[in-house]
Each structure stands twice: as structure tokens, then as C-alpha cells.
């Protein structure tokens, strides 16, 4: 069978799986890179051999590419992790090709491509989360110059607050922020219904509830209040929403939370940083890593892990420059 034909098959399949639009997203992404490596043919794909493969891997680890989003930046080599995506996306195409009779060999599974190191964690500080939170109440990160300071409409100021403390309280995904409706928010418990990555039982992911903090709740209350001025807040109505009432997008969040961060000082602003900061200070405050592992919405303890030993660390160097003992040299 034809490349094209298999990817379209390949990704039908993948769609009534339950795939997320991101997942599908990402294969789709990937594959047409090879499309585009291997044009203008289009090869069957038992005739795609691993010199073929190791040639197109070969290019991405030496091209640069320009990154998406809104921002005007400059062409860049992709990441290790990204090459290892396209890698496993490779490796599912031909698994199911192989499953439905349409390819005789596994390819991908000839070439080995580095492994890449696990990305280093950095939460942020109590100090850079006030930071944060004070930019966002005085000056305009939608803005489209960062060094324009304008006086911020209130229902920006209470939305980026609410939605600050939410990401921080909570660590949920960029993803299941945008996705969140009012219905999905319980603020008398002090709840929210969280929509993870699967689309699964007739278009509904994979949910989880997440707890809310008193002040999160606060904002999130006050917020709300203050679109009732202006907008009808239906029960689907997005939680979290634009000027003009439209429900954010992922790519939109991550660009506002680094405009805000460069206005607050603080680097490499974006959405699962905050997923980090939330992991981690949950352990250092005596949290468990199973009720972790479900606040977070993970299929596996090997992340949460990960965020343990960072946590311990802390606690370690904490009593080294805390002991008694060492300090008064008994």
C-alpha cells in the first residue's frame, strides 16, 4: 500500500480509537514530514527501507525548523523528545499496517535513534508565582509589544488571577484549562471535573476530579461575577474565556503566560510548569504519590517518580543546613 493511503487509513483508525485532536494532531504532523522527505514519490510502503528512515531522521536532527505559535521566532533544531515522537509514530504506523495485513516488515523497528535525556524540572518559587500574579493585575500581556505597560480592563486583571491560581492549585494540563466549562467548576466543594487526554465513550475523555483551594475558588467566583456584567455564563460556557467570551486555546495560553512572564521576570513562563510546580510542592507538603499520580491524571507512577526525588532532595538538603547536631557540632 501507498504511504499517503496507509497515513490516511492509519489516522481514520486512530480517530475511532479515541485519540485526543492533539494526538492525532502530532501523527498527522509527523507524518507529513516523511510525505515531505520522501516527495515527490509516493512509495509503497514494504519499498520504504531503513536507510530511507535513517536518512529522514538524519535531516531532522541536523535542519532547523521554524517554531509554531504566534510569535515571529527564529528557525531552530527540533528536540530530542520531538524526534522520538515521530519515531513512535513511525513505529504505530507500521504496527498497523503490519495488524491489517498492508505491509509484511517493520521498518522503523530496523533504526535506533538516540535516546533522548529526561527533560530537568524546574518549578517555579513562591516569589516568581507573586511576581506572576502581581504582572498580571498591572500591566497588559495580550499586549502585542512587550514593552507596551497599559492599564489592564478589570475583567482581564480578575481572569488572570483565577486562572493563575488555578493552574498552580491544581496542575492541570493546558489542554484540560481550555477545555474547562462552567458546569465542570463545583466551587462550594471546591471541585473541578477535568477532561484529560482520550477521547473516549462517544467523544468524552478520560475525567478526573481536581481539588480547589480556598483563594482559587475566591477568584475563580469573582471572575465569574464580573462576566455576568457582560456575558450570558451558560453551563457550557467556557470557565476560562477571551475578551470577546471565546473559550482559550492551548496555543494562546502559552503565548499569553510567556508575555506575562517576560513582564513579571520571569523565565520560561508556560502552561506544564506550573504542572510541575503544583507535583512538586504537593510531596514537599506530605502529599502521597498515588493521589498524586490521580490529581495529575497520570496512567503510570514513572513521572510522578521523577517529582518525588526532586522532592526528597529538597527535604535532604533542607536538614543538611537545618541539623542540630551539625550545626551546634556535637
Not at 74 to 89: G, V
Not at 96 to 104: K, Y
Not at 126 to 149: F, N
Request: include cysteine.
Amino acid at each position: 500500500m501507498q504511504l499517503s493511503t496507509a497515513i490516511d487509513g492509519f489516522l481514520l483508525a486512530k480517530t475511532v480509537a479515541g485519540c485526543s485532536p492533539n494526538t492525532l494532531r502530532n501523527y498527522r504532523h509527523a507524518l507529513h514530514r516523511l510525505q515531505a522527505h520522501l516527495a515527490p514519490g509516493d512509495p509503497d510502503l514494504d519499498d520504504i527501507t531503513p536507510d530511507h528512515l535513517r536518512a529522514f531522521f538524519a535531516h531532522l536532527m541536523s535542519a532547523r525548523f521554524k517554531p509554531g505559535g504566534i510569535a515571529d521566532r527564529p528557525p531552530k533544531p527540533l528536540s530530542a523528545k520531538t524526534i522520538q515522537n515521530i519515531h513512535i509514530c513511525l513505529r504505530s504506523l507500521w504496527t498497523w499496517a503490519i495488524a491489517e495485513g498492508l505491509a509484511d516488515r517493520h521498518t522503523p523497528s530496523a533504526v535506533t535513534i538516540p535516546k533522548p535525556e529526561p527533560p530537568d524540572i524546574q518549578p517555579l518559587t513562591r516569589d516568581q508565582v507573586k511576581a506572576l500574579l502581581d504582572a498580571a493585575t498591572h500591566s497588559a500581556p495580550w499586549s502585542t509589544s512587550p514593552d507596551t505597560q497599559t492599564a489592564l480592563p478589570r475583567l482581564q486583571q480578575l481572569r488572570d488571577a483565577a486562572l493563575l491560581r488555578l493552574l498552580i492549585d491544581t496542575g492541570i494540563r493546558a489542554s484540560e484549562l481550555c477545555n474547562l466549562t462552567i458546569a465542570d467548576l463545583d466551587l462550594t466543594a471546591g471541585a473541578a471535573r477535568v477532561t484529560g487526554k482520550s477521547r473516549l465513550n462517544a467523544g468524552h475523555g478520560k475525567q478526573r476530579t481536581v481539588r480547589l483551594g480556598a483563594r482559587t475558588r475566591r477568584a475563580i467566583w469573582t471572575y465569574h461575577a464580573e462576566r455576568k456584567k457582560t456575558q450570558q455564563l451558560t453551563p457550557d460556557a467556557p470557565a476560562f474565556a477571551t475578551r470577546d467570551g471565546q473559550p482559550l486555546n492551548r496555543k494562546n495560553l502559552r503565548t499569553h503566560l510567556h508575555r506575562l512572564g517576560q513582564r513579571a521576570g520571569v523565565p520560561h513562563v508556560h502552561p506544564h510548569r506550573f504542572r510541575h510546580t503544583f507535583a512538586i510542592n504537593y510531596l514537599r507538603n506530605g502529599g502521597d504519590i498515588y493521589t498524586l499520580q490521580n490529581l495529575l491524571g497520570h496512567t503510570s507512577l514513572e513521572m510522578v517518580r521523577r517529582y518525588l526525588a526532586l522532592a526528597e532532595a529538597d527535604i535532604s538538603a533542607a536538614h543538611r543546613r537545618a541539623s542540630p547536631v551539625d550545626n551546634w557540632r556535637l
